[in-house]
C-alpha cells in the first residue's frame, strides 16, 4: 500500500457509498438522472451539549467539487463489478455516461467560520439528480468531520479564556488525513500552533512545540538534559519538569534559565504534564516568581479538554499556555456530528419545483421541504435569531414570526427593521463554476472568532446553555406543516 504516493490516483470519485453508485446507476436507467433536484446538509442536534457549532470544511468541499471527475482506473474498477449471477454490474452506457459526466451544479453553503444552529441548511446543492446524490457522502464526510473538531476546539479555546491552546494530536489523531483536517479545523477553532509539521506546510499553520520525556531520559540527569536543549534552542527553551520529581525539575528549570540569562538570552518556561496541575502549576509559579523569572511561562499538557480546563481555572491554576491532543482531534467524547444531507425539493416536466417532505415519528426528524435558505438577524452587532425562509417567498418587512421547527408553540417575532441582517448561505457554485474564492485560514479563523463574539455568553456556557432561536418563516411553516398532514393521509390509504 503506498500511503506517500498516488493513494487516490488523482481520483475521488469513488471516495463514497455503494449505495450512492446503484442508486446513480437506477437514476440513469429509469431517465432520471438528469432531473433537478435540490438537497441540504444539516444536523440536528449540537455536539458535546453545546449551545453553538462552528462549520469548518468549505474549503476541502470546493476542492472535491472542482475535481469531480470519474477517472479511468475508477470506471474500470466499476466495469469490473459483478452481480451475484456473476453478470456485469454495471450497463457500459452508464459508465460511459459516468466518464463524461461534469460538474455542473449551484452550491450554496455558509463561509467556514460561521457559527450555525440546527436544523438550518449549512450546504444547499441544486442540480441533476444523480450528482446531488453522488454529492452526499463526500460531502457529510467532511463537513460531519471538520465542524465537529472546530466546534469543540472552540469550546477549549473559550474555556482557555483567550491564552494561547496549543494542538498537540497528530499522535491520536484517527489517522493520517483525519490528523491533517483536525490540525485545520482546531486553528480556523481558535488554536494558537499545531504540533504536526504537514498542516504547517500545507496549510500555513503556526507550527510550535517543547520536548518529551525521552529528551530528559537519553541523558544522566535531568539538568543536563535541560543544559544540552538550552544549548541548541537558547531562544525557544520551554522545560518539561515532570520526569522524576516535577518540583525539582523546576529548580533545575531555574538553573539552566540563570545560566541563559547570563548570556542574555531568556528561558521562555516550563510544561508540566502529570499530576496535580493546579498545585504543581501554583507551586512552580511561586518557585519561578521567588527566582526572578515573572514571565516565564507555564504551559500544561494531560488529556486536557474544555471541562478539566475550566476546573483549572475554577482553582486558579497558575497556567498560561494549554497543550491538548487526545481529546481535541477526537472529539471526546462526541466521536460524530450527525449532520445528513435530505432531497427537500425537486424539479418536474413543466419546470416547477416540488417541496419534498420525510416524515417520521420524531418531529425532529422531519425535514425541512422547499429550496430554503438562512437569514440571521443581529442587533449591535450581536446575533439575535435565525430565520429559515423560502427564497421565492416574499417576507413581510413590517414583522415576521419565526416558529421553531420542532415545537411549533415556541414562536419569535421579528422586527426586521431593528436589525442588521446576513444571508448565510452564500453562492459558491453556478452551474459547475466556482464563483466564491476562499479566504486563506487566518482570515477564516478571525471570522470564527468574531462570529463567536457575536453570540451571547449564555449560549457558549458548557452546562446547560440557553437555546439560541432558530425558526421557519411563516409561510414555509405553513408549507411543512401542509406538506406533514398530507403526507399522513397519503400514509392511511396505503395502510387500506
Ligand atoms: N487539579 C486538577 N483538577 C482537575 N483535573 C486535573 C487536575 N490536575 C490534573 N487533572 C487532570 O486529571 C487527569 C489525571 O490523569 P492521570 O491520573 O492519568 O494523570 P497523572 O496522575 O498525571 O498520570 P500520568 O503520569 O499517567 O499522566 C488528567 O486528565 C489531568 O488533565
Ligand atoms: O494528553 P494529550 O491531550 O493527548 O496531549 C498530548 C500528550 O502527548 C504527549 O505525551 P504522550 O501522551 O505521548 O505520553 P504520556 O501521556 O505518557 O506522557 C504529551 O506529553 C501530552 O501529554
Ligand atoms: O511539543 C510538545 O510538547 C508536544 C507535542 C506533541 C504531543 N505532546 C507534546
Known sequence: MKITKDLYQGSLALLTDFYQLTMAYAYWKSGKAE????????????????????AAGLDYVIDYCKNFKFGKED???????????????FDPGFLDYLSNMKFTCDIDAVEEGTVVFPNAPMIRVKGPLI????????????????????????????????????????????????????SRASYIGGCTSTSNVMAGKLFGIPVSGTHAHSWIMSFETELEAFEAYADAFPDQCIFLVD??????????????????????????????????LAYYSNKAREMLDEAGFPDA????????????????????????????????????????????????AIRIENGTYVPKI??????????????????????????????IYLEDQEINPKGIVIIDPIDSTRRKRIMPYFYQEEILLKPIFREGKQVYTSPDLSTIRNRAASQLESLDKTHKRMVNPHLYPVGLEENLHHLRTELVLKAQKLDQKDEK
Not at 442536534?45 to 457549532?53: D, E, R, V
Not at 470506471?75 to 456473476?86: A, F, N, Q, R
Open 358 to 387: 420525510k416524515i417520521s415519528q420524531q418531529s425532529l426528524k422531519i425535514n425541512v421541504p422547499g429550496f430554503h435558505n438562512v437569514k440571521r438577524y443581529y442587533s449591535k452587532g450581536m446575533a439575535v435569531a435565525d430565520m
Open 243 to 276: 520526569t522524576y520529581d516535577t518540583l525539582n525539575g523546576v529548580k533545575n528549570a531555574i538553573k539552566v534559565g540563570e545560566a541563559l540569562r547570563s548570556r542574555g538570552k531568556e528561558m521562555v518556561g516550563i510544561r508540566i504534564d502529570s499530576g496535580d
Open 35 to 54: 432531473q433537478e433536484a435540490v438537497f441540504n446538509l444539516f444536523f440536528r442536534k449540537h455536539p458535546f451539549q453545546g449551545g453553538f457549532t462552528l
Open 131 to 182: 450528482q446531488c446524490q453522488l454529492l452526499e457522502t463526500p460531502l457529510l464526510n467532511i463537513f460531519n468531520f471538520q465542524t465537529l473538531i472546530a466546534t469543540k476546539a472552540a469550546r477549549i479555546n473559550l474555556a482557555a479564556k483567550g491564552e494561547p491552546v496549543l494542538e498537540f494530536g497528530l499522535r491520536r489523531a484517527q489517522g493520517i488525513d483525519g490528523a491533517l483536517a483536525a
Open 297 to 344: 511561562k507555564i504551559v500544561a499538557s494531560n488529556d486536557l479538554d474544555e471541562h478539566i480546563i475550566t476546573s483549572l481555572k475554577g482553582q486558579e491554576a497558575s497556567i498560561n499556555v494549554w497543550g491538548v491532543g487526545t481529546k481535541l482531534v477526537t472529539a471526546f467524547d462526541q466521536p460524530a456530528l450527525g449532520a445528513v444531507y435530505k432531497l427537500s
Open 75 to 89: 470506471i474500470h474498477y466499476l466495469s469490473e463489478m459483478k452481480d451475484k449471477d456473476g453478470e456485469r454490474l
